[in-house]
């Protein structure tokens, strides 16, 4: 397990290393006119991607139970999930 977790550091070290190497490396962009941000969500939710996040809530409302009685049965030490 030791060994795993170790050898797991070192694609996180390469990343740290291209993410360094491409911060000191980028163009230099020309001060513009600054434009603020608005995020309209409306608009978003009322299409395609709002009916997928009801059905997504209503999964994971319903889901609720099965998650809460795992919780319990970890908690009774019922099942052995490594909780």
Not at 6 to 33: M, N
Not at 44 to 62: D, I, N, Q, S, T
């Amino acid at each position: 397990m030791r060994t795993a977790i170790g050898l797991s550091v070192i694609p996180g070290l390469l990343a740290t290393a291209a993410i360094v190497y491409a911060i000191r490396h980028a163009p230099t962009v020309g001060q513009g006119e600054r434009v603020p941000l608005r995020v309209r969500v409306r608009p978003v939710m009322r299409g395609e991607l709002g009916r997928l996040m009801g059905a997504v809530a209503a999964f994971e409302a319903g889901n609720v139970a099965a998650t809460l009685l795992i919780l319990r049965a970890c908690r009774v030490r019922i099942l052995d999930f490594g909780c």
